[in-house]
């Protein structure tokens, strides 16, 4: 049973627009988000996150929306550019003193910046 | 040079030859965990470590083990690996009361 979806496993989107990547949970006791971006033959790389006390965190280009009633998140990048070409995962954790147990992915959504 | 580093980057190895893929992190950091990644299923967690001594199952720890003996190093230990068991490996680590886990490169292991 996945516990973090990410039901869009590709999107295109032109560069200079604005790219938005969705991700829904199921389990109510998910206390953090987090995303996290991956290129091919490289380990994921921490992106933003989110506290569930909070609905909005904000970080240059990137922003992250929480809807905590609806357990859905997602995430925001404006203007795309081409280097965010990548595959983005969504992550949650359920300690909210830290990711003590390690964290619970989505499947991940390819992202692709057309020029 | 802040990092997880494992080894082997890639790996091709036939069925029931026992391998360790080894993960050493630099930063000081608490936990560690072991993931895989497969098309169409993500990353998912095979075992964490919350400290030294300290382990624990992840959602996919069938056929795997690991060690934590020192704070720095989190083996992933195949006793008799299986071509289900053929995958990319990432292992991660993060300092306590952070969420912000590091991730190693990646090892690609094939078993035939």
């Known amino acids: 049973d996945q516990q973090v979806k990410q039901n869009s496993p590709s999107l295109s989107v032109q560069e200079g627009r604005i790219s938005i990547l969705n991700c829904d949970y199921t389990?109510?006791?998910?206390?953090?988000f987090l995303w996290y971006k991956k290129y091919p033959a490289e380990g994921p790389t921490f992106l933003i996150s989110?506290?569930?006390?909070?609905d909005k965190n904000e970080d240059g280009r990137f922003t992250v929306f929480l809807n905590k009633s609806a357990k859905h998140l997602s995430l925001h990048i404006v203007p795309s550019q081409p280097g965010d070409s990548a595959v983005y995962f969504c992550?949650?954790?359920?300690?909210?003193?830290?990711?003590?147990?390690?964290?619970?992915f989505g499947k991940g959504t390819h992202l692709i910046i057309q020029p | 040079e802040a990092q997880v580093t494992q080894n082997p980057r890639y790996l091709i190895t036939v069925t029931g030859k026992k391998l360790t893929v080894t993960c050493s992190q630099n930063?000081?950091?608490?936990?560690m965990s072991w993931y895989r990644q497969d098309p169409g299923l993500g990353l998912r967690q095979i075992y964490y470590?919350?400290?030294?001594?300290?382990?624990d199952k992840g959602d996919v720890p069938e056929g795997y083990k690991v060690s934590r003996k020192e704070k720095r190093n989190f083996p992933l230990i195949l006793e008799s690996p299986s071509p289900n068991q053929t995958s990319l490996y990432f292992c991660?680590?993060?300092?306590?009361?952070?969420?912000?886990?590091?991730f190693g490169s990646g090892t690609r292991l094939t078993v035939v």
């Open positions: 389990n109510s006791m998910f206390d953090y």
């Open positions: 470590s919350m400290n030294v001594e300290v382990t």
């Open positions: 992550a949650a954790s359920r300690y909210s003193g830290g990711g003590a147990d390690g964290l619970t």
């Open positions: 989110i506290s569930s006390i909070k």
């Open positions: 930063m000081n950091h608490e936990y």
């Open positions: 991660a680590s993060s300092a306590r009361d952070s969420y912000g886990y590091t």
